[in-house]
């Protein structure tokens, strides 16, 4: 029997906590389209997000290690869907809306610049007197408005409560593109489970990147008491096991500890604070997704070895410190001369009269890190053919 989106709606009604955001509850669309006969607007949205060019381009965008170092490690596609499968598991576990988590969380990344967090720092200080550029921003201003697939709009229209869990993912007072979504109030539970997907997401699989790359040691992270412990339950089960299964198996213990302590502790908040709707939860006045104090004292711990062992290795800062100076040149030599870029960027400032900064921002927030370098090569050197 074939279900019907009204269907679809009806089971969310009858099966959903009462603090979920229901698809037909949702506050619609900056342009009004008809409803699809077999999609909820949040299944719509997370269909289009996957189609976009912004996503498929994620997968040659840095996590941690510049995507030409190898293909076992992880690139920001890959943390990307690792992020949106624990979000639908806290979703589903919680009686929440999993299209619509899974939505914020698929798009959470898509205005990321190539070559990770050093690349955002390098074009937000190109970007200063223009506006900065944080990628927060960026994610919203690519699904709002980067983004040409519809005849009658710019963008891909998605939701407002998709593009506001985008904008108000982190810290988002003070952010200027959140004004538009309540600034003063939260996102819906649904929005603020994926922020603590991307932290458990990204521990994890940089704990296990870090250790294939010999940049962290057991020694470095037996200092976590969160590592020690799946550490030690993964030998346990399985004594003698081969190091790579001992591996995988302490990263999926890693996972399993964040996720079953996220999921309780926000089960109790909600009871604490007798949280009964959506409104309920914009208006608590703090995050209600949260660790417990015990293990979100051992996930700071965490990430502060992470910090010192790994993010600031010698070679993941010559890796980033490389690409940031390969970027940085790339937006001098766009604004020295913008018709170096394509007739179709360049078009957004002649045609359309956008500020040229913010076209070249945009162009390069939006290439991979093998394009810029390719682009680089190709404005440098003189060997390399146009």
């Given at each position: 029997?074939?279900?019907?989106?009204?269907?679809?709606?009806?089971i969310e009604q009858r099966t959903l906590a009462p603090y979920a955001m229901l698809a037909r509850m949702s506050r619609g669309r900056r342009i009004p389209e008809p409803p699809h006969p077999m999609r909820t607007v949040f299944q719509r949205d997370r269909d289009r997000i996957i189609h976009s060019a912004a996503f498929?381009?994620?997968?040659?965008?840095?996590?941690?290690?510049?995507?030409?170092?190898?293909?076992?490690?992880?690139?920001?596609?890959?943390?990307?869907l690792e992020a949106a499968q624990i979000t639908r598991t806290v979703a589903g576990a919680l009686g929440l809306n999993r299209d619509l988590a899974e939505a914020v969380a698929l798009a959470h990344d898509l205005g990321h610049t190539p070559f990770g967090h050093a690349g955002e720092r390098v074009l937000h200080g190109l970007m200063r007197e223009h506006g900065g550029f944080d990628h927060n921003s960026q994610s919203l201003r690519t699904v709002d408005w980067i983004e040409v697939r519809y005849p009658h709009f710019r963008g891909l229209n998605l939701t407002w409560e998709v593009r506001?869990?985008?904008?108000?993912?982190?810290?988002?007072?003070?952010?200027?593109?959140?004004?538009?979504?309540?600034?003063e109030l939260y996102p819906c539970l649904e929005a603020q489970i994926v922020d603590l997907a991307d932290e458990i997401a990204y521990l994890a699989h940089d704990v296990d990147d870090g250790l294939k790359?010999?940049?962290?040691?057991?020694?470095?992270?037996?200092?976590?008491?969160?590592?020690?412990?799946?550490?030690?339950?993964a030998r346990a089960a399985a004594p003698g096991a081969d190091e790579r299964v001992t591996r995988y198996q302490t990263v999926i213990r890693m996972i399993d500890a964040m996720v079953t302590d996220l999921t309780a502790n926000i089960d109790r908040e909600l009871a604490a604070a007798r949280i009964d709707s959506v409104e309920a939860v914009r208006r608590a006045g703090r995050a209600l997704a949260a660790f417990s104090p015990e293990i979100g004292e051992?996930?700071?711990?965490?990430?502060?070895?992470?910090?010192?062992?790994?993010?600031?290795?010698?070679?993941?800062?010559?890796?980033?410190?490389?690409?940031?100076?390969?970027?940085?040149?790339l937006f001098e030599t766009y604004m020295a001369e913008p018709r170096q870029m394509p007739e179709h960027v360049l078009a957004r400032v002649e045609r359309d009269g956008e500020p040229l900064p913010r076209v070249i921002a945009d162009y390069i927030a939006g290439m991979t890190d093998r394009f810029a370098l390719d682009e680089y090569r190709k404005l440098f050197d003189p060997d390399e053919r146009v």
């Open positions: 029997m074939m279900r019907t989106r009204e269907d679809l709606e009806e498929r381009r994620l997968e040659y965008k840095t996590q941690v290690f510049v995507n030409h170092e190898g293909d076992y490690y992880r690139t920001r596609l890959t943390h990307t506001e869990g985008v904008i108000k993912h982190s810290a988002f007072k003070g952010r200027a593109a959140a004004r538009e979504f309540d600034p790359a010999q940049m962290l040691t057991a020694a470095d992270l037996e200092k976590s008491r969160l590592y020690r412990d799946a550490a030690a339950a051992q996930v700071a711990e965490l990430k502060r070895i992470m910090r010192d062992r790994l993010y600031r290795h010698h070679r993941v800062i010559r890796m980033t410190e490389k690409a940031g100076r390969a970027l940085a040149r």
